[in-house]
């Protein structure tokens, strides 16, 4: 599976962004799908994951309340609405695809190419 990851840019904390991650290869709907970043300096972590069928989300604590992850099976594409956005949140964020539904970076085989997200104070 082949993904691409959109929709980075720069906002002001307090902003909201979206970012989509549209696959092109076939069977979309087999695939846990999550979203990682990694800041400047820092190893890439765990952001969200959502379920083949997405009715199943979970969160990294630092994200809960303000980032929604959910997932088009008919647009082959996941998304990650980012709402409240702080300085911290600025990263380079990846899209990945996998077979365990996990917040563990190892499971995702398939890794999109990122989009840069700033937040500026």
């Known amino acids: 599976v082949q993904l691409q990851a959109s929709g980075g840019g720069s906002v002001q904390a307090g902003g909201s962004l979206r970012l989509s991650c549209a696959s092109s290869g076939r069977a979309f709907s087999n695939y846990v799908m999550g979203w990682f970043r990694q800041a400047p300096g820092k190893e890439r972590s765990f952001v969200a994951a959502?379920?083949?069928?997405?009715?199943?989300?979970i969160y990294a604590d630092s994200v809960k309340g303000r980032f929604t992850i959910s997932r088009d099976n008919v647009k082959n594409t996941v998304y990650l609405q980012m709402n409240g956005l702080k300085p911290d949140d600025t990263a380079v964020y990846y899209c990945?695809?996998?077979?365990?539904?996990?917040?563990?970076?190892?499971?995702?085989?398939?890794w999109g190419q990122g989009t840069l997200v700033t937040v500026s104070s």
């Open positions: 990945a695809a996998g077979y365990e539904f996990s917040n563990t970076r190892v499971t995702y085989g398939y």
């Open positions: 959502i379920n083949r069928g997405g009715g199943r989300t």
